[in-house]
């Protein structure tokens, strides 16, 4: 099968060719099986194929496959922003947007942001990753690739360092920083939001510190700046909880939502404080396909499944599978490249370092090759490219789960 007509500049971890999926599992063109450990970046929380979203899916196609909401609205938008309004975990009226994908739910949040503060400036994050869009391109937290070649980027944007256990910056660090930007670079009473990922995702699932996240939104209060959070793939139950802001003890004033809120098929949302929701004017917000029927089907089938109980259970099952099995390898020295397990619940990280400590970027790319040629995909992660991302689905039986994790466990014992 010719590829010649797909651009180059797509880069490709897994020189495969899939063909279907089911649950945790994924086979390609050639029969080969494969455990799923990528879950489509985050997007398949539920699985490939899900029973209840695959029906959702069957019933909504033969009731209406699109209509413009802004043209004339429809049921199942309307019924999924009232459930996943009453599904966000804070206390104020609630009221959001559809998007078609996480990179659009942030570009329509720096506007409705600027609609509401009249300011322009954002401070983003050391390690952060919010799109591909020129406007989000901007926000990410690292040049190469995403802003390689493609000239001045909207702004003003400026960074702070990411506090973490999980990279060795300290609150104090980040706090000191935030003190000089302020000082030297931009007035905050020009600043009109932060974007913050409650855990990193491109960066290797870097888990923020509580207390940072508690004076940011004192800070955020005191200058009346708003603070959005970006839960595309920290969403939806990857750390065990809804969203990984409940952890942090704070409420965002907006949420950006994508990846797993519909069982793969492409939706992203904006939620948040229902007066930021509303400052545009008429027809400020929208899109043609933004709350396509069929996507808000399976959204609405994603969230029957997601209960808090199931959630809890998904996640804290998933979390003591790997912490055990990663605290086994530690114990028995299995590998002298395996380092740090980064993240939280079942958004999880595991490092891979030199004896010097520096990033084993060449033993991931070989870690990478020897788990596809046994049946496991990964995927990799981390400015040096050095972290596997674990994100098989929360569904995952546990059988397959610990087969995984056998070969991941055969595969570093490999390392050379």
């Known amino acids: ?20 999926g089911r649950n945790a599992q994924v086979w390609d063109t050639t029969g080969k099986r494969y455990i799923d450990f990528v879950g489509g970046i985050g997007v398949l929380n539920l699985g490939h194929c899900h029973p209840g979203v695959v029906q959702a899916i069957r019933e909504q196609a033969t009731k209406l496959t699109h209509y413009a909401f802004n043209a004339a609205p429809h049921t199942p938008y309307i019924e999924l922003m009232d459930r996943l309004t009453a599904f966000i975990p804070v206390d104020y009226p609630v009221s959001g947007m ?9 570009e329509n949040a720096l506007k409705i942001v600027r609609g509401a503060t009249g300011r322009t400036a954002v401070i983003a994050f050391d390690g952060a990753f919010h799109g591909r869009t020129l406007a989000t391109l901007n926000l990410n937290g690292k040049v190469a690739p ?19 256990a999980d990279n060795g910056v300290t609150r104090a660090e980040a706090l000191k920083a935030m003190d000089r930007l ?12 932060f ?51 409940s952890r942090l003890g704070i409420e965002p004033d907006l949420i950006l939502l994508g990846k797993s809120i519909a069982g793969g098929v492409p939706l992203g949302a904006v939620v948040g404080r229902k007066a930021l929701m509303d400052n545009l004017p008429k027809g400020g917000l929208g899109g043609t396909y ?17 209960t808090d109980e199931a959630l809890h259970a998904w996640g804290t099952q998933q979390e003591a599978a790997i912490v055990s099995r990663y605290e086994t390898w530690r114990a028995q020295q299995l590998s002298p490249y395996l380092g740090r397990l980064t993240g939280v619940g079942a958004m999880r990280g595991i490092e891979l370092v030199n004896a010097d400590g520096t990033p084993a970027s060449k033993q991931l790319t070989q870690l990478l090759g020897l ?13 040096s490219r050095h972290i596997v991302r674990l994100l098989a689905p929360l569904t995952i039986e546990p059988e397959v789960l610990q087969e995984g994790l056998d070969i991941f466990e055969a595969c570093l014992e490999r390392l050379v």
């Open 182 to 193: 302020f000082s030297v670079e931009i007035d905050v009473s020009d600043v009109a939001c």
């Open 98 to 106: 559809l998007t078609n994908s996480g990179a659009e739910a942030a």
């Open 371 to 383: 788990a596809r040629e046994a049946g496991l995909l990964l995927m990799p992660s981390g400015k």
């Open 1 to 20: 099968m010719s590829r010649e007509t797909i651009s180059q500049s797509i880069s490709i971890v897994h020189p495969i060719s899939l063909s279907h």
């Open 290 to 306: 933004s709350g396509n029927p069929i996507a808000c089907a399976a959204a609405l089938a994603t969230l029957d499944a997601m």
């Open 195 to 245: 974007i913050i990922e409650p855990v990193q995702g491109e960066a290797g699932f870097l888990a923020l510190d509580i207390e940072f996240a508690q004076a940011l939104r004192r800070l955020c209060d005191e200058h009346e700046i708003l603070l959005i959070a970006d839960e595309i793939q920290s969403g939806f139950g990857r750390t065990g909880q809804r969203f990984a802001f």
């Open 146 to 164: 995403y802003k390689q070649k493609v000239g001045v980027l909207p702004g003003p944007v400026y960074h702070l360092p990411y506090p973490s």
